[in-house]
């Protein structure tokens, strides 16, 4: 029920972040907002999650992982009910900023418990379970924004509502608190240790903020610059978000039996290949959607392998401020995917998927250079 529960909480979280995105932009636009001040607005969420990120292990650690959830979604679902009340660009950047606070206390909490409890054998599995309910919930969310056609409040008000839902689910979890620290230590120093044992996994949470955000954003100026029609951006684009849901649980389940550090490296150079033959089809809408779909296989599941491998080299004391990392990078990632993506486009269209291809290759390359000293040693 435990789990269950914090995974329920993680997909309705994945749905009011995947409606929010494309429903500000959409009013923001018709309220005569540039789209230049529309993106810097959407940055506000990835400000909050790395503003929140250094004051959030202490009272985990003090108070446990069930009033950090409690109060991370708290937050959340006032923020949902505000928005529509106050129709404000400088409000809703409040808002939004309070939304990436409150999310990221709530993702924080679920997954470092859920890396907590769950045994090594099975640790894959449960993160890809975790990952995917909030890419289904994600997938799900521009549904959801789209009954702003019938009145402007509606998803705000109704993501709050089934974000209460599972507020209220909380409340029948027993509280736990992380594994207290041996020896004391500052918070800084902590960090600095779980990045000194566990860099390789860190740098997969930023690869894939990274590759999401320039996907999702740049893609369509690409496709644009190949003079394809918006029908047809829209066919191909959800491709990619489609293969990371299909493949997230197989994914975790061969992690788990044949070694995290194999799969994802193989999986690493699997999309960097795929986003290089994306090169060869040109305009194609049946050859890019295929590109995007397989490449989403093998690297939708970045983020969540890349928790689990952390976990796999952390001692449980440094969970929590490994778990931080990973959020903070995956918004260092997401904030600078769209700008250094876009800056590519600008020198050539096609080198947009040599970009995405390099982000991946970098990690991958990481994981054989540390498995050869490891061998060496």
């Known amino acids: 029920m435990r789990f269950a529960i914090l995974t329920g909480i993680v997909a309705v979280s994945g749905l009011s972040q995947g ?5 500000l932009a959409m009013l923001l636009d018709e309220n005569g907002v540039s789209s230049s001040v529309n993106g810097a607005h959407a940055a506000a969420l990835y400000i909050g999650v790395l503003t929140i990120s250094p004051f959030l292990e202490r009272p985990l650690r003090r108070y446990g992982y069930r009033l950090l959830i409690l109060l991370g979604g ?9 928005f529509p009340l106050f129709p404000s660009l400088f409000f809703w950047l409040v808002l939004r900023f309070a939304i990436g606070i409150g999310d ?38 521009p549904l959801l924004a789209s009954l702003a056609s019938v009145e402007k409040a509606l998803p705000f008000y109704l993501a709050a509502l089934l974000s209460f839902a599972g507020w209220i689910g909380v409340f029948w979890l027993p509280n736990e608190k992380p594994k207290p620290l041996e020896r004391s ?34 893609f369509p100026l690409y496709a644009l ?8 951006i829209a066919f191909i684009l959800p491709c990619f978000s489609l293969g990371g849901i299909i493949f997230q649980l197989p994914l975790g389940a061969l992690s788990d039996r044949f070694g995290r550090r194999e799969i994802i490296t193989g999986a690493l150079l699997a999309g960097a290949g795929c986003f290089l033959i994306a090169l060869t089809v040109g305009a194609s809408t049946v050859g890019l959607a295929a590109c995007l779909f397989t490449a989403g296989m093998f690297t939708g599941s970045l983020f969540s392998l890349g928790i689990a491998y952390m976990t796999d080299l952390l001692p449980k004391e440094l969970l929590p401020a490994g778990n931080l990392l ?21 020198l050539s269209a096609r080198a947009f998927f040599l970009a995405v291809s390099a982000v991946l290759l970098v990690p991958a390359i990481c994981l054989v250079s540390r498995r050869e000293q490891e061998t060496a040693a």
Request: proline share 5%.
């Open 74 to 82: 708290f937050i959340v679902i006032c923020s949902l009910i505000l």
């Open 185 to 218: 230590s500052s918070a800084a120093g902590r960090f600095i240790g779980a990045w000194k044992q566990a860099w390789p996994a860190l740098l997969l949470p930023f690869a894939y903020g990274f590759l999401e955000a320039a996907v999702h954003s740049i």
């Open 225 to 232: 610059r190949e003079r394809m029609s918006a029908e047809q």
């Open 326 to 346: 990973c959020g903070m990078l995956y918004s260092l990632g997401s904030m600078t995917g769209p700008p250094l993506a876009g800056s590519v486009v600008d």
């Open 104 to 141: 990221h206390m709530l993702h924080f909490a679920t997954q470092t418990w859920i890396t907590d409890f769950s045994l090594p054998t099975e640790r894959g599995r449960r993160l890809s379970l975790y990952g995917w309910a909030f890419g289904l919930g994600f997938t799900i969310g």
């Open 19 to 23: 409606m929010l995105l494309p429903l």
